[in-house]
Each structure stands twice: as C-alpha cells, then as structure tokens.
C-alpha cells in the first residue's frame, strides 16, 4: 500500500480521486490550497518532506483559461514554478509524481489524433504554462514523473460544461452550442481511476494521454447529455465558434492518440459516451 498525497484537494479531480483512494481504504494527504499553495516554494518543499509520501498527485492548477489571458504570470507561478518545486520536493523525498496536463499543449491543426510525441505549440496561455508544468515534471523526475494530458474534464463537483448544461435543459427552450471544435469529453471518475491503475503497474514514466476514448464536438456532447436527460436533442443547434468569441482561443481539432497505454499493458480508456452514461453526473447534478 502506498502513501498518497493530493494537492489542489478541494478541485474536480481530486474530489473524485480522494473518494476513490479512501473507498480502497489507502493512505491519503489532501491538502487544499490554504494547506499548501504550490507558490510558496519553501512550504512545498516542507511540507511534503515532512509527509513523506509515496505517490504525489498534483490536482491543483491555475484552471481559468480565459483569464490566464491576461494573467500568464500568476498562472505560470502555480502551473510551471509551482509544478517545478513540487517535482523537486518529490526528488527529495523519492515519490512518484502524477501531473496532469492538458489537450491545449497542442495548436489543433492536426487532422488525426495526437500522439504522445507529437510536438507541442499551444494557441494560448493556459497551455503555455501547463507545457511549463509539463518540462519541469520530466526534467526534474526523468524515472518517477509522469504526465498524464486530459481533456474536456467533468465531474460531480466544481463547475464544468456536461452541469453547465444540464442546467440550461432546464431553463433554456434551445441551446446554440459550438461544433467546429473536437475533443475527448472525459469523466474525472475515469482519470482517477487510470491514476491508481498506473500507480499500480509504475509503467515507463513520461507523458501519457489520459482521456476517454472516441471523439466529439461540444454540440454533439451536448446532445448526448439532452439525450441521457430524457430531453430532445433537437433542442440544440450547432454554430460556429466565431459566434462565441472568447479571451482564449481553443485549439480546433484535440483528439489525443492512447498508443502508449498499450505498451504500458493497460487498455486505452473507454469510450466517451458509455463513461458519460455511467458516471452518474447527470444525475447527481
Ligand atoms: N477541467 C478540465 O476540463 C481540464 C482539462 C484538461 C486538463 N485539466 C487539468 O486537470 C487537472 C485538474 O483539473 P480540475 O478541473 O480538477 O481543476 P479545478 O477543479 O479547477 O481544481 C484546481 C484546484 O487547484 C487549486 N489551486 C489553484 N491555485 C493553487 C495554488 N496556487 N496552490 C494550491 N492549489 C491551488 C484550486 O484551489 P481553490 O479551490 O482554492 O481555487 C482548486 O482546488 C489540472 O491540472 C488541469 O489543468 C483540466
């Protein structure tokens, strides 16, 4: 049994892998940012020499990623230096590292998945700082970091676009809803469950893509959730992103290949519609 420690503990990520952690009776440090804000270099440093975990899960990020527009530096402290000094703790002590990251390292002009190598360039600044985050795992912890990329992350707790939507079913008679963008909608029940799976085979470290399987458009996810909601999909209507103009611009195209799960001897994750189905978020929500 390993000795875990997760950050950010109050996030979406964290709510679930913390229920499954102490559903699997394992021991677990959640520290929320008022426990331990990765910005304070010293304290990281501190605090997690004086758990001494095994395995550090890092759930806590800069997440606004329209305001890290105009923000870059205060979210490169949490999403780069902060990140830095948390691998560096984790050297220190000999613990494994888990850092998720994000489909928006890549630009989204590829027009098949993603592989694991594929060159990164992110169109704008959360990604910028996540890819920061991203180097400062693999530089700093070569055998014991792993980067696990995610996407289109829902969960029952913290705001996200499956809640987002299924508020509106109940208050909107038609939803207009972007279709020019494609992704991998992704349960944070499922990337918690892939975190512990790779826990338990320590496979090569580096970078891992951590989303489910298949593909969508926010239109067609949003269907898919009218859908499982009992409502008529036909109820959404697709636009272009040009009609919804945002401070951060998405990569268009963020479909991530999962060929090194394989060799990992793990399956990739499963398809994106039969986790929606099972993770009961629409539900609790
Ligand atoms: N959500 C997505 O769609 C998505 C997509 C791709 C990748 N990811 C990645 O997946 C991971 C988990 O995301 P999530 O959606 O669970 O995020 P989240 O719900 O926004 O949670 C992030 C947590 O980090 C904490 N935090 C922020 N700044 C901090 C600091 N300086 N020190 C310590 N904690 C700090 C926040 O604390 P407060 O609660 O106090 O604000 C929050 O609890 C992140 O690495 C994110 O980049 C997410």
Sequence with gaps: ??????????????????????????????????????????????VVAGHGPDVVVNCAAWTAVDDAETHEREALAVNGHGVRALAEACKHVGALMIQPSTDYVFD????????????????????????????????????????????????AAGGNFVSTIAGLERTRPALDVVDDQLGQPTWAGDLATRIVELVGITPEPGVYHATCSGQASWYELAREIFTLLGADPERIRPVSSTEFPRPAPRPAYSVLGHDRWTTAGLPPMRDWREALRSSKVLISG
């Design 1 to 46: 049994m390993s000795r875990w420690l997760v950050t950010g503990a109050s996030g979406m990520l964290a709510a679930e892998l913390l229920g499954l952690l102490r559903a699997r009776g394992e021991s677990v440090i959640a520290l929320t940012r008022d426990d331990l804000d990765l910005r304070d270099g010293r304290a990281v440093r501190d």
């Design 108 to 155: 989204g002009t590829a027009v098949e998945p993603y592989p694991e190598d594929a060159p990164t360039c992110p169109v704008n600044a959360y990604g910028r700082t996540k890819l920061a985050g991203e180097r400062a795992v693999l530089e700093t912890l070569p055998e014991t970091g792993y980067v696990l990329r995610t996407a289109w992350l829902y969960g």
